[in-house]
């Protein structure tokens, strides 16, 4: 919003606007918080009760507010419509008690929000760019009003979190991760730019839908929609060649397609395949430290062999490289199972991200199976006797105790996390992973759960969430003027989460969190950004600078939520 605010996270704002025009804008107005010297400035007398109110006051009433309501669904909505109004006093709520606050602004809310956008929508945010805007974009992206954005996120709401297709109902999931990157990363607001490429939807509810937002079409594909992508890449290319974007939720294969087609000519990176796998790193990394065994003799089945899975598997094949192995000695123990069986080398639709993983046609011929040409999940674990499952399959209940409880017995400390969201759609619930292990499994969810009793101790469950990693990515960004995103970059951010971990070294590491609680998320966005940054210089795609300096551009970059005073600016502005 350059064209209206010089934004600083530390002095006063310049603006030109005034009167129900400042109002009307979320990332300035302030509500009844405005001074009267500001009111007297900006034309706001008679617009504002005679009260002036302080942030502090503004956000006790939200609150207040927000706990009478009877749901968190409710409390989404509500919030929503708060940040539509006044951003700094949306964070300023939040910012009070983020691990309460999260699950409502994202992961479980925001996919029933997903599911009924087109019924909770009141107010424009982002940019909906629609296929048939086409030969348009570079014009739309070209208002002054988006000069300031450092970070896209972008989604085509093709495969949104587990329940799928939501077309322009997937909007929700842009805007819910930009509050992330300002809640955990301490992004600035008008620096955040959402972005939903209304591609069609093949979801037949939404198109029967008559409140349905977006444009009623099946789905494109293939060359229309490649072509549409490159469009928008191209413009965004030329009109912010520094920034950050970021691909959120895009549908089936072409996620991994788009990554590889672009990654080497901007700043582009794919949360739900490089975000997810940084965390699930991280994450394996301490439970190491707390007894999981040795990453060389790690043996990992991953039940979801979508773009998560094979992101996973990809960036620990690295690590297990990073520590002598040979790529072939890394892929070999990895064990992908999708809807088809255990992924082999020659079976129909074996997509690139997961052919480096594609055990030998013949590897079934000596195990115990009723149909070598479709080995099941059960009958992976059976013969594999993995030390590590990862579930990313979106299956609710995938994970039984029949296939779970061998773990315990075949390793001391196994691991087992299960990534899929919403809740529903997790592949088991904690409290039935611990009991099937007795206990021994070092456990991780892609939700929020409560901590569970087993044995008399209380055992917490870790969130394995991507906002342990793709906040401080977004703020290493902005502050290092990293130009390209590697797979180095998100293997030093793992070994910075991991670094964190209160797990290891102690004697309750049985019981010890692996990753820090989330009201430590701006602690480890710092941690995680100066590790990216570092990575970057020494891969030579960030300006060289001192620790001292990278340290200060750190702590410029990060916007808190507090009302800045205001000046007036030159018109035009």
């Avoid at 890394?330 to 199972?337: E, I, K, L």
């Avoid at 809807?339 to 997509?351: E, F, H, Q």
């Avoid at 990862?390 to 075949?410: E, H, K, L, N, Y």
């Avoid at 430590?520 to 891969?539: C, D, F, K, N, S």
Wanted: aromatic share 6%; with cysteine.
């Amino acid at each position: 919003m350059s064209d209206t605010v010089q934004s600083n996270c530390h002095t006063s704002l310049k603006t030109a606007l005034s009167g129900r025009e400042l109002l009307d804008c979320p990332v300035l107005n302030k509500g009844n918080a405005f001074d009267r010297r500001e009111r007297d400035l900006f034309g706001l007398h008679g617009l504002l009760p005679t009260r002036i109110a302080t942030l502090e006051e503004q956000a006790d009433l939200a609150r207040a507010r927000l706990a009478a309501l009877p749901d968190n669904f409710s409390r989404h909505i509500a919030l929503r419509e708060i940040q539509d109004r006044n951003e700094t006093l949306f964070y300023a709520i939040i910012d009070q008690a983020l691990e309460a606050w999260l699950p409502i602004i994202y992961t479980p809310a925001i996919g029933r929000a997903c599911r009924e956008f087109s019924h909770i929508w009141t107010r424009p945010r982002g940019l909906f760019l629609n296929y048939t805007d086409r030969g348009r974009i570079a014009e739309i992206l070209s208002d002054p009003q988006w000069d300031g954005v450092r970070v896209i996120v972008a989604s085509d709401g093709g495969s949104i979190l587990g329940i799928g297709d939501q077309g322009a109902n997937g909007m929700g999931i842009p805007i819910g991760k930009l509050s992330l990157y300002t809640a955990c990363g301490g992004l600035d607001p008008a620096r955040a730019l959402p972005v939903l490429l209304d591609v069609g939807t093949d979801n037949a509810a939404l198109l029967a839908d008559p409140e349905y937002i977006g444009w009623r079409h099946e789905r494109v594909r293939g060359a229309d929609y490649d072509a549409f992508i490159a469009e928008f890449v191209d413009a965004v290319n030329a009109r912010w060649p520094n920034i950050a974007l970021h691909w959120e939720d895009l549908s089936g294969a072409d996620a991994l397609r788009i990554l590889r087609r672009y990654r080497d000519g901007m700043c582009t990176y794919n949360d739900d395949i490089q975000g997810t796998a940084g965390v699930t790193a991280g994450a394996l990394l301490a439970a190491i430290r707390a007894g999981a065994a040795p990453l060389a003799r790690q043996r990992i089945v991953i039940f979801g062999a979508g773009g998560a899975g094979c992101g996973i598997a990809d960036l620990l094949a690295q690590m297990m490289v990073a520590e002598g192995m040979t790529p072939a000695e890394a892929n070999r123990r990895f064990f992908m199972v999708d809807i088809n069986g255990l992924v082999r080398a020659g079976m129909d639709g074996v997509t690139e991200g997961q052919r480096p993983f594609a055990q030998p046609a013949d590897i079934a011929a000596t195990w115990n199976v009723a149909n070598a040409a479709h080995v099941t999940l059960a009958e992976v674990m059976d013969n594999v006797r993995p030390t590590m499952l990862v579930g990313t399959s979106g299956q609710g209940g995938a994970f039984t105790r029949d296939i779970v409880a061998p773990m315990a017995r075949q390793s001391v400390r196994p691991v087992i996390f299960a990534l899929s969201n919403p809740t529903a759609n997790i592949e088991a619930t904690p409290a039935d992973l611990l009991e099937w292990t007795g206990g021994r499994a070092i456990i991780g969810t892609g939700g929020p759960f409560a901590p569970v009793t087993c044995d008399g101790c209380v055992r917490p469950v870790d969130q394995i969430n991507n906002s342990y990693v793709f906040p401080g990515v977004g703020l290493a960004v902005v502050a290092g003027g990293i130009t390209r995103m590697t797979d180095g970059m998100f293997l030093a951010a793992a070994h910075a989460l991991a670094g964190l971990s209160p797990a290891g070294g102690t004697d309750d590491r049985a019981t010890a969190p692996l990753l820090p609680p989330v009201s430590e998320l701006r602690t480890v966005a710092m941690a995680v950004a100066r590790a990216v940054i570092r990575q970057g210089q020494a891969e030579g795609v960030a300006p060289q600078a001192s620790p001292e300096a990278v340290e200060v551009a750190l702590k410029a970059a990060v916007w808190t939520a507090r009302y800045r005073p205001y000046e007036k600016a030159a018109p035009g502005r």
